[in-house]
């Protein structure tokens, strides 16, 4: 039998040169060898399938009249960044639109403002954000803002949705109207709040998706309360739930607006998961 090169250099003083027999030191390094680089490009092929995305960088922009941000907006983003893998900027007051750039640092910019005027250049900027690409986030008086602009009718098809008015605060019934929908898919069928204001639909884009709606307990009219939307290159996701923690503190809205969020960046997976890396956020 022919001794292989490798294991050779002994041979000679190695009768009929059994090398697995003569040399089973230099076959198992070998064998170890081989083991060590196996396992090197495995253990790096793992890593980066296992590896954690960033969290998303999400700013919360807030403010105006008719709410209590000041405790809304810690809740929404404590109990966001619980949910998913999220870190939030809040930002109090619209100063930070006056800047073209402001959506640049960040993912995703989550609307909770409720202020009727706002100055052209600030709303163009926003617009221009989401035109752009920037995903945006809608919640409640986001879509009733901006009323006294020049620019409301763009706004309003940012948004995807035309409302004006509301029904007095008080209980009502959202039922769901896509469950395939990976943003609703782990809502319930039928969802009652103990208290909202139900925005009254006047008009809804035809590419707007719509995804809750509710019927008015006072007159019965059917207004959609939730739907998802393309504006530009942005998508949108936006509720008119949420006026006070009466909704906002339930687990159903929590997890929703977490959906929202991250359908409007590309990472809610079909079954309605968080895509990976995105279902908590990091330890601090
Ligand atoms: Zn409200």
Redesign the pocket.
């Known amino acids: 039998m022919k001794c292989p090169a490798i294991f050779r250099n002994n041979c000679a003083r190695t009768l009929g040169c059994n090398c697995l027999a003569a040399h089973w030191h230099r076959v198992l390094l070998v064998l170890i060898g081989l083991l060590l680089s196996w396992s090197g490009a495995t253990g790096a092929e793992l890593s980066a399938a296992t590896a954690q995305p960033p969290p998303l960088k999400v700013l919360f922009l807030t403010g105006g009249g008719?709410?209590d941000y000041q405790k809304l907006a810690p809740h929404l983003t404590t109990q966001l960044h619980e949910r998913i893998a999220a870190n939030f900027t809040v930002e109090f007051g619209l100063k930070i639109l006056g800047n073209p750039k402001f959506a640049d640092p960040y993912d995703a910019v989550i609307y909770d403002v409720c202020d009727d005027e706002i100055p052209d250049a600030y709303l163009e900027n926003a617009l221009q954000s989401v035109r752009g690409g920037k995903p945006a986030v809608m919640v409640?008086?986001a879509v009733h803002a901006f009323r006294r602009s020049p620019k409301i009718s763009e706004w309003e098809t940012c948004c995807g949705m035309r409302s004006k008015v509301h029904d007095p605060f008080g209980p009502f019934t959202v039922r769901r109207l896509d469950s395939k929908s990976p943003v609703t898919k782990q809502f319930p069928e039928e969802w009652k709040t103990a208290g909202d204001?139900l925005y009254q639909t006047i008009s809804i884009d035809s590419k707007s998706h719509e995804l809750l709606r509710a019927k008015s307990p006072r007159d019965g009219r059917d207004h959609v309360v939730c739907w998802t939307y393309q504006f530009g290159q942005g998508r949108v996701f936006a509720t008119t739930l949420g006026?006070d923690m009466t909704t906002a503190a339930t687990p159903e809205y929590l997890r929703l607006v977490a959906n929202g969020l991250l359908w409007s960046c590309g990472h809610l997976a079909p079954d309605g998961q968080p895509a990976p890396g995105y279902s908590s956020s990091p330890a601090k």
Request: a negative charge; proline letters at 0%.
């Open positions: 008719y709410h409640h008086c204001e006026h």
